[in-house]
């Protein structure tokens, strides 16, 4: 496993919207393999951070990356949803991070059974003490429920298809291998190699994914949560992979930023998402569906 390429996405954009001149605490909620983290405390000397991450391969990876900072860095293996149960001066934060995509070192590692573009096991756990794998839930999920995932978390227009001929499949072979999985999908959805056009298997991967690691559950609760705990003038950013992620923040922020009922929590500082570049998306391809949200508490 190498992290190789590792390059942090939207990184001046996320400086920039967290405003990290200011001494304080700065939160990175999914903190991979550093490469935020790490820019924040080489710029601003004030700053210290707590970093956290469900993935321990990820936290053995940054401890080492952050070593000239250890001292100002606290680092914790739990999902970013757990923050608020957690041991911190939540009035000293100045900024919270959320990076919801894969790490690099996850999606280059076939062992991990992230990417359909290698051979590896149907695992897609991002954290390994989940009993919970992409093998388990194509054995054992029944065509109903198989097709129902497609649709809701791939928004896979071939969901039925796919589930009825997986189930049948699965009777005769397993499927334990992300190519396994690969080829039928491409057989069911009679997928052809378009530019721009998005492979299949993306986002029937994206939907295991999601499943497997409850990527969606509590996320605009945790936002809301979080702005009741942070001190004004607290920046929250939030960079998104997909719709139904995008979705979830940008109608909490919404919602935040008027009020309902009360008065206005939150300054939205990102009317329209911040995307990636054309510079940035050349130099790094997998940065193209990145989407950034910020919001500063009032």
Partial sequence: MS?????PVLLLEVLEHLDIAREGLYIDGTIGLGGHSLEILKANPRASLVGLDVDELALDKVKETL???????????????????????FPSVRGLLLDLGLSSFQLDSPE??????????LDMRMDRRTKTT????????SEPRLAQLFQKYGELRQAKRLAHEIVARRKVNKFETTVALRLVIEQVC?????????????KVFQALRIEINQELQGLGEFLETMVERLPSGARLV????????????????ARLSKGDASAPLVRLLTRKPVTPGENETAA???SKPAKLRAAEKL
């Fill in 284 to 286: 790094n391809p997998r």
């Fill in 67 to 89: 070593v000239p900072f250890a001292d100002r860095v606290r680092l914790f293996q739990a999902d970013f949803r757990c923050l608020p149960d957690l041991d911190i001066d």
């Fill in 238 to 253: 939030v960079i998104s992979f997909h719709s139904l992620e995008d979705r979830i923040v940008k109608r909490t922020f």
């Fill in 134 to 141: 992409a093998f388990k839930i194509i054995d054992t999920y």
């Fill in 3 to 7: 992290d190789r390429g590792h390059i």
């Fill in 112 to 121: 991990r059974g992230f990417s359909f573009n290698q051979n590896g096991p």
């Fill in 190 to 202: 009679h997928w052809i190699p378009q530019k721009g056009k998005i492979h299949p298997a993306a």
